[in-house]
């Protein structure tokens, strides 16, 4: 399907829909974080399809970002798990590759693993190595690198999965909530699947088979017989038609829409399956799309506290301090290494109560105090009032606040580098602005 | 602060520029005549000239300049600018940049501060090169975009002109004397101080005291009057009656007490060494009340800690703890008390049928030391940590209380296993043995990993060695600590003052050596800053640390005051860092 009525038909600008710096946002902002006026720019000047290769492909990391992620193992070694969101958060603010980042953090809901149960920051920090290794890549690829990972072993009880006494903990969960969703495999496939993972362990951090306790006889999964083991487990998860409708429809809430239609979860399914679940390639059509691009999916989205802090640092280029910003991010509701359960975070409206945006407003504010923009009005050269009112509405509302806070804004006076400072602050407390 | 000290010096020479007379005969002024007898702290420097250009000697010598904690503090492009500017400044007036700065320290400094509704400060400078000053202001006035305004009364009718900095300062000369205040009307009051129309502080009793007090060749000096200070905190509610936490409430509470009954405080520093700086200060108030008695305890005769191998610094104090915390219900507000008596609760889980208060304290009489050393281990934990030994007197003449802390010790060793077994953490072995005669229960663990966590800086041990029980996280500090107690039984030596804080240098600076890939990456996380920059500021205060020979600090309280005396010892730093002398970790 590649017609008119295609969805995922590549994105053509066009007067109802230019490509310009609202569009160049959106699609920074859903692909990545809040971008900078400069991303900006540089994306308005580069078109769509170059931007997007940009952002799947990635560019050669920064040299902040490289020596960040060096830190990571001695961090973890040393069991500190505050640190080691500090240190995750900080490679997000700094890296050139922000929808990788994007992706890991997605993965890392999506296989969510809890250090409460796991009990080491170096085997969190190993299975975030691995999802960082396979987020674009195959999706069959990660799930078997995930069905080995030691976090996830112990997270899971994979340890107590042997033969004759099957653990159908991880079993349950490689359907419900990694492959298929609710009502798409039999307690049957279930139980069978449990006896294919027998034997996979951990042991002191790395993966081991135990041949001993593995159960080697004949399984029946999905109507399919044989003496499967976990690696036939995930393919033939992976070759039912749920699969790449449920994958499809994770990706589409991600980056696209909340609720995404029957119509675009087909056509990405579609995309998925010829792909061989190619997670890359299916970004890479899907970002370049027309639904991408659809005035009804743009801010429609409430982003993770992690996506709106980041976010917040990066556009207006802040010198961020790794523990601030996880401390404000967990009293958003979210703390890195330990989701709430074996769902992940709920995400969307679930991120917004009354507590948790009194928080995203406090941290807007303090981003905003008085004198924080100075750097950002000298770095782009803003020489009045008008230019620091038109940089704020840029990089924050998209270049189209709404009447009333256009207003507030016109009403704001002083030098570029308050009234930008005020300007931000106006516009980073607005309603608007909690939607990406 | 230094903003505010490189202003007012640029006021003081900018006045001087525009308005400097011609130099009084006789005798120069007094700084301090021309402070208003209503300040609430005054500060003076003497001969402050002659002490830059001996620090800047001093700074030499020790090789300052070319060291990492010179190029991370002192090469930043902040400093490079400012450096630069006081240099061409400088220059203008035929000297350098520290030949400015002695002269705009001058011959005499005081200043004062009024606390009305805000902070209200005059500062006074009698200058000795007054061509100097002279030049530096041609250059400086410049700059500083200082304007008239307006003049007060002189002496024989002849009007003294009042320079406004942008209105943030007011400056004049007077006798040859730079004022410079934070506001018109302290100026006024400040030259009619000094002309003698109006109560001048050096004509004050509190300048007597000073002056009675303070050796006359201490280089600088502080009064304070802490009752008005102490009567505008309390009326805002900012000074409180007790000391909320418990074991800061034991340690300082004597000190607070003559703090909250005294009407002044008064300091001085005094050079006393070619490398060495003293700063005392003297705390004079009501007599002790009885709840308070556990406070003024005599010393235990020292056992020398100095001689311990890779010895860091040691805190000891001197309480009465029995009558301390018999009076607790007195000294503590009631959060504390309540933290205090689970903390009792908790003891008393370990001790079994012996009560802290009323079985173990009565005996603990003198002073319980802290002590920290460096310790070595067969692979260094992350973050590497020193030994600590806690050391106090014990009056247990048959052993009784010494095989009770021992059991307690067994529980707790027992309990913290079982904790870390919950934790899949490596758990402790339990030995006992003797050292030089004495029981000792010591702890280790049966395998070391090749990257040990913090846990394997604590192997703690203990036991009674004399009349003194040792609590120590290492065995070897715990043997180091037995020696030094056994030798000093031996040979006692003078009491030293009851409360004391030392800090070596050099070790401190081989520990965070030690820990310096963790600190770089802790200040990258916890600043934002790139690698190159954390590891600058890193490496600069490793730097300035091995210029520290060694920093003191004694307290003596009495029954109606409290002495304090803080000393602290420069010296060159090594070629290279040594490794700590100490034995091996078991």
């Known amino acids: ?41 540089r994306a308005v000047g580069a078109g769509v399809d170059a931007t997007v290769d940009r952002l799947v492909d990635g560019e050669p990391e920064a040299r902040r970002a490289s020596e960040l992620d060096a830190l990571g193992d001695g961090i973890a070694r040393r069991g500190e798990l505050d640190r080691l969101r500090a240190w995750w958060l900080q490679r997000m603010r700094y890296t050139t590759r922000p929808l990788h980042a994007r992706l890991a ?105 135990r041949p001993r306790s593995h159960d080697g006889g004949d399984k029946t999964i999905f109507g399919e017989t044989g003496p499967f083991d976990g690696d036939d487990a995930v ?141 950002l009005a000298r770095r782009y050269a803003l020489r009045n009032s008008a230019a620091a009112r038109r940089f704020a509405t840029t990089i924050a509302l998209d270049g189209a606040p709404s009447t009333a806070l256009a207003e507030r804004l016109h009403a704001l006076d002083g030098t570029p580098s308050a009234v930008l400072a005020s300007a931000l602050r106006i516009a980073l407390t607005a309603p608007e602005y909690q939607l990406a | 602060m230094l903003g505010t000290l490189a202003r007012a010096a640029t006021v003081a020479l900018v006045t001087v520029a525009t308005a400097l007379p011609a130099a009084a005969e006789g005798d120069p002024p007094r700084a301090a005549s021309f402070l208003p007898a209503n300040v609430s702290v005054a500060i003076g420097l003497r001969d402050g000239d002659r002490h830059v250009g001996a620090f800047r000697a001093l700074l030499e010598e020790l090789g300052f300049e070319k060291s990492d904690a010179h190029r991370a503090f002192f090469r930043t492009p902040q400093i490079l600018g400012a450096r630069i500017g006081l240099g061409l400044l400088a220059a203008s007036a035929g000297t350098d940049e520290w030949g400015a700065i002695a002269a705009a320290a001058g011959r005499d400094v005081a200043i004062g501060i009024r606390w009305e509704q805000r902070a209200r400060v005059i500062a006074v400078l009698v200058p000795r090169d007054a061509t100097t000053v002279e030049l530096l202001l041609e250059g400086v006035t410049r700059f500083a975009g200082a304007t008239p305004d307006g003049t007060v009364a002189g002496t024989d009718d002849r009007p003294i002109a009042i320079t406004s900095v942008r209105g943030r300062a007011f400056v004049a000369t007077c006798a040859g004397v730079i004022l410079v205040a934070t506001d018109r009307e302290s100026l006024a009051d400040a030259i009619a101080a000094g002309l003698g129309r ?85 705390v004079d108030g009501d007599a002790m009340p009885s709840s308070h008695e556990g406070f003024v305890a005599p010393a235990s005769p020292d056992w020398s800690a100095r001689e311990i191998p890779g010895y860091v610094g040691e805190v000891s104090v001197t309480r009465d703890w029995a009558t301390l915390l018999s ?36 005996h603990v009489r003198g002073t319980t030391r802290v002590v920290a050393a460096e310790q070595t281990f067969e692979a ?25 802390l021992e059991k307690a010790a067994q529980i707790a060793f027992t309990f913290i296993n079982y904790q870390a077994m919950q934790q899949k953490r490596p758990t402790f072995m339990m030995d006992t043995g003797r050292y030089r005669d004495h029981r000792v229960l010591s702890t280790f663990f049966d395998e070391t990993p090749a990257t040990p966590p913090i846990r394997f800086n604590f192997r703690p041990a203990v036991a009674r060695i004399a009349d003194h029980y040792v609590i120590a996280t290492s065995r070897e500090l715990l043997e180091h600590v037995a020696d030094r107690v056994l030798d000093a039984t031996r040979t ?46 890193v490496d600069g205060s490793i730097a300035l640390l091995d210029f520290l020979g060694g920093a003191r600090l004694a307290a003596t309280t009495g029954d109606r005051g409290t002495r304090l005396a803080f000393t602290i010892d420069l010296t060159a730093p090594p070629q290279t860092p040594t490794p700590p002398s100490s034995g091996s970790a078991r």
């Open chain 2, 327 to 362: 009076n607790r219900e007195t000294l503590l507000d009631r959060a504390g008390a309540g933290t205090l008596a689970k903390f009792l609760t908790n003891a008393g889980n370990f001790l079994g049928d012996v009560d802290l208060v009323d079985d173990v304290l009565p």
């Open chain 2, 380 to 404: 260094t934990p992350t973050p590497a940590l020193p030994a600590f030994a806690l050391v106090t007197p014990l009056a247990d003449g048959d052993g009784r209380l010494a095989r009770q």
């Open chain 2, 492 to 537: 006692p030596a003078p009491s030293p003052p009851p409360d004391r804080l030392a800090i070596i240098g050099a070790p401190v600076a081989r520990l965070l050596r030690l820990n310096r890939e963790q600190l770089v990456t802790n200040r990258m996380l916890d600043e934002g800053v790139d690698r190159r920059r954390a590891a600058r500021t």
């Open chain 2, 198 to 282: 109006a109560p001048s502080f050096s004509g004050s009793a509190a300048h007597d005291t000073v002056e009675n007090t303070v050796p006359t060749d201490a280089a600088a000096w502080a009064w304070a009057d802490v009752a008005t200070l102490r009567t505008r905190l309390e009326r805002a509610g900012r000074w409180p009656t007790r000391i909320p936490q418990p074991l800061a409430a034991f340690i300082a509470g004597g000190w607070w007490h003559h703090l909250s009954s005294t009407d002044r405080v008064i300091a001085w520093a005094l050079p006393t060494a070619p490398r060495r700086l003293t700063v005392e200060a003297r």
């Open chain 1, 235 to 375: 393919r033939l998860a992976l070759a039912q038609p749920a699969a790449s409708r449920f994958l499809a429809a994770k990706l589409l809430r991600e980056f696209v829409t909340p609720t995404p239609n029957e119509v675009l979860v087909t056509a990405l399914a579609q995309v998925l399956w010829e792909s061989d679940f190619d997670v890359g390639a299916t970004l890479r059509r899907l970002l370049k799309s027309t639904a991408m691009f659809d005035p009804a999916h743009r801010r429609t989205r409430i982003p993770s506290p992690v996506e709106f802090v980041v976010g917040v640092a990066r556009s207006l280029e802040i010198r961020t301090r790794g523990p601030v910003l996880a401390r404000a991010i967990a009293r958003m509701g979210q703390r890195l290494f330990e989701p709430p359960s074996v769902e992940g975070w709920p995400g969307h409206r679930h991120w917004l109560d009354s507590t948790t945006m009194l928080v995203r407003l406090n941290a807007a504010v303090a981003a905003t105090a008085p004198g924080s923009a100075d750097r």
């Open chain 1, 105 to 209: 953090l997605f993965w890392h809901g999506h296989f969510a693993t809890s250090d409460r149960k796991v009990k080491s920051p170096t085997l969190m920090l190993a299975q975030l190595r691995t999802i960082e290794a396979h987020a674009r890549g195959p999706f069959g690829a990660m799930l078997r690198a995930m069905s080995r990972d030691p976090a996830m072993i112990v997270w899971l009880d994979g340890d107590e999965n042997v033969r004759g006494r099957p653990n159908e903990n991880y079993a349950r969960e490689l359907f419900e909530l990694f492959t298929l969703g609710v009502g798409h495999y039999s307690e049957r496939d279930v139980h069978e699947t449990a006896r294919a993972f027998t034997g996979w362990h951990q042991r002191r951090g790395t993966f081991a088979f």
């Open chain 1, 1 to 41: 399907m590649n017609g008119a009525g295609d969805p995922l038909r590549p994105f053509a600008a066009s007067s109802a829909t230019p490509w310009d710096h609202a569009a160049a946002t959106h699609l920074l902002r859903r692909a990545g974080f809040r971008p900078t006026m400069q991303e900006i720019e």
